[in-house]
C-alpha cells in the first residue's frame, strides 16, 4: 500500500486509493511515500489499485507539480469484462491522481471491423458510464468520445502521408484481423487503424500511454511516427515557417500495467479473456448479477492438482484464479499464496465469488445511477471534449504550420 | 457555324445556341461568364440561349465550352434548382495550359448553370513527396489563378480542403467501408506508388481516392468533371456511394432517427469537351504535366511573352507537309 516514488528505481507498484488528495504525499529525502487510510471508501467503492508506472509521476525538480499526461482508450464494442477491468480500468482511476488523464471511448476504431450500428451509440454511452461507475474522478479526468474531437481524424490524415504503406502491413494485429475477416474484403480503415491510435495519442503531448501485450507494436509504430514528423518537419524547418522549433511530438512512453493484468478466460487457460469469444461463460462481465457470477465461477475450467499455487506452467487456470483473487481482494501475491496454498478449488470458488460480488456491486449501482441520467452523462462528456479539443487543436495546428498549411 | 470575334476556333468553338432537351443526352454550348439567367428563354420543351457576343466580364473574353451529359434545370420546375458540381486542383507548382483548357476554362463557363464549388486540395497535396516551404503560397497562387481566369465568387465557392474539417471526417467514416482491394487495384496508385518505391509511400497515397470520394460526397454532387486520369477514382467515388447507402441507408437510416431513403447522390462524370487532353510541347504521346522534368514541355499561364515565344519556336513538330486533325 506505499507508493515508492523514486527518480532512480524505473518500475515499482503500490496501492492507491482513488480521490485521495496530495496531502497525502510526503516527501522523504529521493523518496515520496504515500500512507493510505486502509478501507477508505470512496462513494461505496472500496478500491485497491495496484498500478505500475516506469518514471515518477511529478518532477523531482520542482516545487510546484507539473503532471505528466497519459492517455487511454477503448472500444465501445460489447459490455466490459473483468479483463478489461483488472487490465486497464483498474489501473487508470489510480492514474488520475497523480497524472493528468484523458480516458476517451474509439468509436471511429470501433467501426473498422463489422459491427452492429444500432448498438453503437448505446454502447459508447455504456461504456463511458462504466469508467464513471468504476471510479473515474470528472473533476481530475477527462472523459470523452473520439469522434467527438474532430482533431483525431485530421492529424490522422496528417501522419498518413509519413507513414510508409510497409509499416502498417508488418502489422500483427493488422494481419490477423485481416485473415480472419477476408483479407481483402476488409477496409482500409483496418490497415490505418495504428495511425489514427498514433494520433490519439501524439495529439496530446502524452507522456504515457498503458498497454498491453496487444498494443505493444502499435504503440512502437506510434514512437517511430513521432520521431519521423520531429526529423521531417520539426527543428528549424519548423522554425523557417513561424514555428516554435524543436520537436513537434513528444515521444511517448510505454506504461506497463502491473503483472497480472492480464486475465485469461474461465474456459480456456491460456487464452486472454475477450469480448469476442464466443461463450459468455469464458468471462465476468462487470455488470454480471450476483448468481451469474457465482455460475460461471462454479463451471469455470480448473484442474485436478492439489492444493493451489501461482506460476506453475501446467496450472494456468490456477494461476489465472488466483491471479484474479489477489487483484480484486488487493491483497499481495504472498499473500494471496499462503491464503489458498492448502486450499482445493471447493473451498476457494465461493471465496472468489463473494469476493467478485462484493468488489463489483457498488460498480452496478453507480452505473445504474449514471445510465438513468441521460443529462448527467452528456453533460460530462461534452465537457471532457471541450477539454480535449483545447489541447488537441493546438498540437494539430502545430503540424499543419509545420507541414507548410496555408492556415485559415 | 457562327464566328466568335472573328476567329475561328475549331472544334472548340460550338454553336452559340444552347439546345437543353430533357431526351437528348449530351450536348454543347458555349456560354459567357457572368450572364444572367434572363438569357435562357423558353420555347416549348427547348430552351435557347442567345448569346451577346464579345461580351467580357473584368476585361476577360470568355469563350468556354462545356459539355454535359444531363439538363442543368429541372424542365418541370420554372424556379431553377441548380445542379451541384464540385471540382478540386492540387496546389503543386504553376497551373499550365492542360489545366487551364482541360479543366478550369470549363469550370468557368459552369458556374452560371451550375452551383460549383471549386477547392485547393492541400491535404491530396501532401500524398507524395512536396516541398513544405512553399505549399501555402502555391495553396494561395492556385486560389489566385481560379479568381483570375474568371470564377465569380458571387456564384461559385472557392475554398481550401483543410479549412473544411469535415473532409477528413468523411474520409475516414468511408475507409471502413472502402476494401483494400478496391484501392490496391487503383492504376494511379499502383503507377505512383511504383515510381515513389513501393512500399515505402506514405499509406495515404492509397488512401487518396477515399479523400477524394469524401470531397465529392460531402457536397451531394450532382457531376464531377474528370479527365482521363480519375476516371477510375469517380467510378470508385459512385461504388463507394452505392456501398453506403446500401449498408446504412433506407430503412436502418431511419431506425436510428434519420431520413431514410439515400444517404448519398451518387455523383456522374462531367466529360470535358473533345480536346482538353492538351499534350506536352516536346513529347506528343504523354500528356502536358506539372511534373515533367522540362519547363519547356508546357505553357504555364504565367509565362511572359518572350517565355511562350520561345516554347513554341521550339516545340516539337514533324516533317509531313500541311497541318491535319486526328492523323
Known sequence: HF??????????????????????LRRHGSNRRHHL???????????HCSVSVSQPAVSETSSTSVKKRIVSGVQPTGSIHLGNYLGAIKNWISLQNSY???????????????YD?????????DTAAIYLACGVDTSKASVFVQSHVRAHVELMWLLSSTTPIGWLNRMIQFKEK??????????????????????????YQSDFVPVGEDQKQHLELTRELAERVNY???GRKWKKLGGRGGAIFKVPEPLIPPAGARVMSLTDGLSKMSKSAPSDQSRINLLDPKDVIANKIKRCKTDSFSGLEFDNPDRPECNNLLS?????????KQEVAQECQDLNWGTFKPLLTDALIDHLHPIQVRYEEIVSDTDYLDRVLAEGARKAADIADVTLNNVYQAMGFLRR
Open 3 to 24: 507508493l515508492i516514488l523514486s527518480n532512480t528505481s524505473p518500475r515499482f507498484t503500490s496501492s492507491m486509493l482513488c480521490g485521495i488528495p496530495s496531502k497525502f
Open 37 to 47: 487510510p486502509i478501507g477508505h471508501s470512496v462513494a461505496g467503492l472500496r478500491c
Open 100 to 114: 493528468d488523464t484523458l480516458f476517451f471511448i474509439v468509436d471511429l476504431h470501433a467501426i473498422t471491423l463489422p
Open 117 to 125: 450500428t444500432q448498438q453503437l451509440s448505446s454502447a459508447t454511452k
Open 178 to 203: 485481416s485473415r480472419k475477416a477476408g483479407d481483402e474484403n476488409v477496409g482500409v480503415a483496418l490497415l490505418t487503424y495504428p495511425v489514427l491510435m498514433a494520433s490519439d495519442i501524439l495529439l
Open 232 to 234: 521531417l518537419y520539426g
Open 324 to 332: 484474479i483473487y489477489q487483484l480484486i481482494t488487493g491483497r499481495t
